[in-house]
């Protein structure tokens, strides 16, 4: 095995690495950069598998410049899994072996702050200072859209060797979808609404349903709604308008126990309490560019208690545990696989929702 400057490699690891690189707002290009070196705390993985969120979608197009990328060329990606093929100084003795498959989360916090500390790493209060160790991959950091990242242990959770990369990729936004359920609290039997039918209100759907609701009602729309149908849901088409209303009658008047809304639309952000019952818990992790007024005054008298929720702190070894036992699925909802060098076919077959596209996988190399 050989050593340079600290760093154990554990197989012979290319100079130059393929990459989608976002050269500006809505540029992208296939090309090659220099294979990154793994440094203190860091690992690097030869990423098997990468998963398009929508998140990187409004990255592309300029949504959240200059707060995601800070600068460019940047390379975006943060669902992903791949293999431990090196290990930086300081990696030893954490559970993480070279060789090991992996599958990564966005946010590896400073660790030494207040919230770091008391396990909310997604909220450390050194968002963005590099020289603490602060990283978000793909979002202020390279990311997977490449055939290797670099990552610091914190932000990788081991996977049983038997499970396909594909499925380990989704590993991040399932802990979305987990935490949003969390936040909300899924008493057993709950009625439970989720708004939206993409991937992260699809794994919504799934962590409410593992963690005991009882009925499971998904507002959504076209064919990604008849895949969420196909896996139990009861649905509600937004095209057919009338949600509230609808819940309301599906529900005997009573509407939702908890309502976790993931579709980050104006109408959806509103009926996140429309559709929400007396005593009802809300959880939101979408953000709508209007963000309407809400039923506040139904919120104060009904007691409803309103969760805001930001990516998947504490969630990837729960959700690897979960899909390992079956009761998070994830094959169900991959729709469409492309090499990563298609990634711009990949992109407009996403953003299209062509043929009810979910999870739309690439892989790095091929
Ligand atoms: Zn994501
Ligand atoms: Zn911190």
């Known amino acids: 095995m050989a050593s340079e400057n600290g760093v154990r490699y554990g197989e012979k690891v290319k100079k130059k690495m393929e990459a989608v690189i976002l050269t500006a707002p809505g540029k992208l290009e296939v090309g090659e950069v220099e294979t990154p070196v793994p440094g203190l705390g860091e690992v690097l993985v030869r990423v098997e598998s990468t998963t398009i969120c929508g998140t990187d979608i409004e990255i592309i197009r300029g949504t959240h410049v200059p707060r995601w990328p800070p600068r460019f060329p940047a390379i975006l990606g943060h669902e992903w899994a791949g293999r431990i093929v090196a290990m930086g100084p300081h990696t030893g003795g954490f559970g993480l072996e070279m060789g090991d498959h992996v599958a990564g989360t966005s946010h590896a ?7 770091c500390l008391t396990g909310r790493y997604n909220l450390c209060l050194n968002y963005g200072a590099a ?12 990311g997977s859209y490449a055939e290797y990242v670099v990552n610091n242990i914190r932000a990788l959770h081991r996977m049983p060797k038997g499970m396909p990369f594909d499925v380990g990729s989704c590993v991040d936004p399932a802990g979305c979808g987990l935490w949003t359920a969390k936040r909300a609290g899924i008493h057993p039997g709950d009625t439970v609404v989720v708004l939206g039918s993409g991937p992260i209100g699809a794994f919504a759907f799934e962590s409410a349903r593992a963690l005991g609701a009882g009925r499971l009602i998904v507002v959504g729309g076209g064919k990604r709604l008849e895949i969420l ?13 009338r949600v509230p209303e609808k819940i309301a009658e599906m529900t005997g008047g009573r509407r939702a126990q908890v309502v976790l809304e993931t579709a980050g639309t104006t109408d959806s952000f509103k009926w996140s309490v429309d559709c929400a019952g007396k005593g009802a818990r809300v959880a939101i992790t979408g953000i709508p560019e209007n963000i309407p007024d809400l039923a506040w005054k139904r919120v104060v008298l009904e007691e409803m208690d309103v969760y805001g929720v930001r990516a998947n702190p504490n969630c990837g070894d729960e959700v690897i545990a ?9 094959e169900p909802y991959i729709t469409h696989r492309f090499p990563l060098r298609k990634y711009q076919e990949a992109y407009d077959v996403f953003v299209a929702r062509k043929d009810g596209a979910l999870l739309v996988n690439l892989t790095p190399g091929a």
């Open 109 to 115: 916090g400073c660790g030494a702050c207040r919230m």
């Open 131 to 142: 020289i603490t160790g602060h990283r978000q991959y793909g979002h202020i950091t390279q």
């Open 229 to 241: 149908a196909e896996q139990g849901a009861e649905t509600v088409s937004y095209r057919e308008g």
């Open 322 to 330: 979960l899909i390992q036992a079956g009761r998070i699925r994830v």
